[in-house]
């Protein structure tokens, strides 16, 4: 493929949620929340995988259809989809010692799905993947440890319900310090990974599925990324049982290998490349990509995020996190919550949330409305000054008022698969400046003096 010149971005976000089904909730869902439940999977990892790459496919497939024009190398086509889109019954896909990776296995049906010739021009987020490597899971799961682990988060889960006042507060915080004490002595270490395709080739990554093929990797973990307890009574890998790999991100955060856990790549362009990174979740909240980009050795003092994404199940943009510079965006697909209030989702909002002034659309199923989804875009004004938030001087990003984009919101038609592995529903695609997509960075004001275009 010829070298792109891309001008213009167009974001699609697929609404789905992806939260577990028969949902128990604690706390407040939209912040410092938890759920105990019980996921819906196939037994078999591989037809597992080939069954949400299917539901994966119609979503991609349904955005590519609406395109009007499909093939434009000024337009880059930026697709996102929620975090733990792809899991297993267990919760993580378990692999043992020497054994493939299961995310390897993932990325190598998506790439099969999706040829560059067929899907000219697009960058597809393609949710995120919980995987652990674990010599004998079923002897860790049926450990005393193990299972006084899950009885204890129960008993304290049960007691939050019953109690009210004061003492629900004090309950729920004794739960969530009991499971970030035991984070601290996991018994299954996890990995959540984004997952990403480009029709272009990425700068300076290297892969045996090719430089378009490759992941990025969570930092944090929180009290809520896995289930408080399995309701059915199945073994599951519990969020009192697992934790995330510390990573090394003292020199930055620039991808140079599929496999890294990095999070900042560039898709090249005829006269200069597109500057993306990929945030998973909780990152955001704890200012990863503020942090990091800052230490990043970027080629030229003016670089910096042109696009800022986020993929996410209980997140959204939050000012003092978002590291894209002046003229660059930042956009978030969830799937856990909507933004707005019951009775509004499935048309196009704008307002300000949360500090971020913003336009979004929400997805919630008619089946159960305790599953949702939304989808969310800012435009940014000026970046951050200085990546301590906190830092005497310091400065958040700023925003501009959206350009008046369309929300285009296409429900995605339910597959054979989509029961099987999906509690709330096929979900819904919101395309963003389908007609007229928006310029890819164009400067809206001079970043304030002294800052870092991306994010420092």
């Known amino acids: 493929m010829r070298t792109p010149a891309y001008e213009k971005v167009r974001f699609a976000g697929y609404a789905i949620p992806t939260t577990p089904a028969d949902i128990i909730a604690f706390g407040d869902q939209r912040g410092r929340g938890a759920m105990a439940g019980t996921y819906r999977a196939a037994d078999d990892l591989l037809a597992d995988v080939r069954g949400r790459a299917a539901v994966m496919k119609a979503a ?24 733990f889109f792809w899991h297993g019954p267990l919760g993580p896909y378990v692999s043992t010692p020497g054994g493939r990776d299961p995310a390897e296995i993932v990325l190598e049906v998506l790439s099969e799905q999706f040829p560059a010739s067929q899907y000219p021009h697009f960058l597809l987020v393609l949710g995120s993947v919980v995987t652990a490597e674990v010599a004998d899971i079923d002897a860790v799961l049926d450990s005393v440890d193990a299972r006084t682990r899950t009885d204890i988060v129960r008993h304290l889960g049960e007691a939050w319900r019953r109690s009210s006042g004061v003492m629900r507060g004090v309950i729920f915080d004794m739960m969530v310090d009991f499971i970030r004490s035991a984070h601290a002595y996991p018994l299954v270490q996890v990995r959540n990974r984004g997952l990403v395709i480009s029709s272009t080739p990425v700068d300076g990554i290297v892969s045996a599925l090719g430089a378009g093929a490759f992941t990025t990797q969570k930092h944090y973990d929180s009290h809520e990324d896995f289930l408080l307890w399995e309701t059915a009574g199945k073994p599951v890998v519990t969020e009192a049982m697992a934790t995330y790999p510390r990573l090394d991100l003292s020199a930055g955060d620039f991808k140079t290998h599929a496999s890294d856990p990095h999070a900042i790549f560039a898709v090249p362009g005829d006269r200069t490349a597109v500057n993306v ?18 230490r990043s050795p970027w080629p030229r003092p003016d670089d910096g995020l042109d696009l800022h994404l986020v993929p996410s199940c ?34 196009r909002r704008q307002g300000v949330v949360a500090g971020v002034e913003c336009v979004y659309a929400d997805y919630v199923d008619s089946a159960s409305p305790a599953h949702a989804a939304h989808t969310q875009l800012a435009r940014v004004r000026t970046g951050p000054l200085l990546p301590d938030e906190n830092a005497p001087g310091a400065m958040d990003a700023t925003f501009a008022p959206p350009p008046q984009v369309t929300v285009d919101i296409l429900p995605v038609p339910p597959i054979d698969e989509v029961g099987g592995l999906f509690a709330g529903g096929a979900g819904a695609v919101h395309i963003y400046g389908i007609t007229e997509p928006m310029p890819l960075r164009e400067s809206l004001r001079a970043d304030r003096p002294g800052s870092h275009a991306g994010g420092g």
Do not use: I
């Not at 991609?60 to 989809?81: C, H």
């Not at 990929?278 to 990509?289: G, S, T």
């Open 60 to 83: 991609v497939d349904l955005t590519r259809g609406a395109l009007p024009d499909l093939g434009d190398p000024s337009v880059l086509n930026v697709f996102v989809a929620p975090e």
């Open 277 to 294: 990174a990929v945030e998973v979740c909780l990152d955001h909240a704890d200012r990863r990509l503020r942090k990091s980009s800052a």
């Open 314 to 347: 209980g997140m959204q943009l939050h000012a003092p996190a978002v590291a894209a510079r002046s003229g660059g965006w930042a956009f978030n697909c969830d799937g856990q919550y909507p933004l707005g209030d019951l009775g509004t989702e499935g048309v």
